[in-house]
């Protein structure tokens, strides 16, 4: 008998066990990598960066049709908790359509923090066909994007642009005041510091009972914390988001006691829209949050 993963989204392709096999088929990579736990099941060991990118390459190939690689110290992301903000922020699109999601290049998003791995823009535009625009401080890591979207010919569905001042969210990198967007997204960095998301690892291997010093999920220092830990860059976005030209703006929020100072700072820019969505992903929770100004 399957068991559904009952947490994640309704339209999310992962909503089953990994079928290793199945897999295997487009990535013939990852068989080196296939164990099986306690139970017998097939599964890989999670503590093991390179089985985490392979796993990663082979369900990009498998179900989104995507060639996906990535330096071991860039953040390689869990792809069922990503595709899930790309189907919740299609509903929040679809309350605002006639409540029919929509699709193809005439919907434009903007990833706020895109990274190397690029993985909104990739899952969204595969999922939804929709125009994408991706923006990162990190020189190397817009590189990194730009040869994933080549290497896809996507280069007409996916732009990457350099934010030139780790000071700002938006500003600096609109083509110009009236730029429109359909809706905004940011998986924002949590940690307030260095030692603090090396702390936040090691809990992370102590419930997971695995002795080992590394990120488990790689990651450079934007992509992981900021000064004031992801309230600070929230509370910055929005205020910024006062000028962008879109009808939703929308974060995720990795901790709820966060929700208190962010809901604040909404409510003193005065929006006219506040939405938030609990999601989660085995043992993590999150939520979304989501503001409008119209």
Known sequence: MITLKKELHPRNKHLNPYDFPQLITVCPDLVPFVILNKDGKETIDFSNPVAVKTLNQAILKFFYHINWDLPSNYLCPPIPGRADYIHYIADLLGSTHGNVIPLGNQIKLLDIGVGAN??????????????????????????????????????????????????????????????????????????????????????????????????????????LWCPGGEVAFIIRMIEESKDVNCPWFTTLVSKADHLPKIYQALNRHQTKQIKTIDMSQGQKKSRLIAWSFK
């Not at 934010?163 to 940011?186: A, R, V, W």
């Not at 419930?207 to 999920?217: H, S």
Request: with cysteine; proline share 5%; glycine share 6%.
């Open 118 to 223: 690029c993985i909104y823009p990739l899952i969204g535009q595969s999922e939804y066909g929709w125009h994408f625009v991706g923006t990162d401080i990190n020189a190397e890591a817009v590189k990194l994007a730009k040869e994933t979207i080549k290497h896809n010919s996507l280069e007409e569905k996916i732009e990457i642009r350099l934010q030139p001042s780790p000071c700002h969210i938006f500003k600096g990198i609109l083509k110009d005041k009236n730029e429109y967007f359909s809706l905004t997204m940011c998986n924002p960095p949590f940690h307030s510091s260095a030692s603090q998301a090396q702390m936040g690892t090691q809990r992370k291997w102590k419930n997971l009972n695995v002795k080992t010093n590394a990120l488990n999920f790689g990651g450079q220092s934007n992509e």
